[in-house]
């Protein structure tokens, strides 16, 4: 089973900029399309952005144009680049394959909390 290493993620004040990192464990990025989750207390967990292996992206309302997911293949490495945060962009961030099956592993995610 893939395992999903998340990191990057940190305190920041309002309209601050974060990079997430997320290492996998073997190589399956020429495979999967690849996306970022979140999770804040109380709510549900939910897809933020995805990269499909050629590159496509497709982000959710709440960070388009604000946040960039991409992809290394050769480093099994997927990156969310977070501009312009925003406090209600607090919460814990997951990467993993899209759509996700109760099957697939998370990792131990990262936490972002935006605060001044």
């Known amino acids: 089973q893939v395992q999903f290493v998340e990191s990057g993620g940190d305190l920041v004040q309002p309209g601050g900029s974060l990079r997430l990192s997320c290492a996998a464990s073997k190589n399956i990025f020429s495979k999967y399309v690849l996306g970022w989750y979140h999770q804040a207390p109380g709510k549900q967990r939910e897809l933020v952005a995805s990269?499909?292996?050629?590159?496509?992206?497709n982000y959710a309302d709440s960070v388009k144009g604000r946040f960039t997911i991409s992809r290394d293949n050769a480093k099994n490495t997927v990156y969310l680049r977070m501009d312009s945060l925003k406090p209600e962009d607090s919460a814990v961030y997951y990467c993993?394959?899209?759509?996700?099956?109760?099957?697939?592993?998370w990792g131990q995610g990262t936490q972002v909390t935006v605060s001044s």
């Open positions: 990269v499909t292996s050629g590159g496509s992206t």
């Open positions: 993993s394959v899209v759509p996700h099956h109760p099957w697939d592993s």
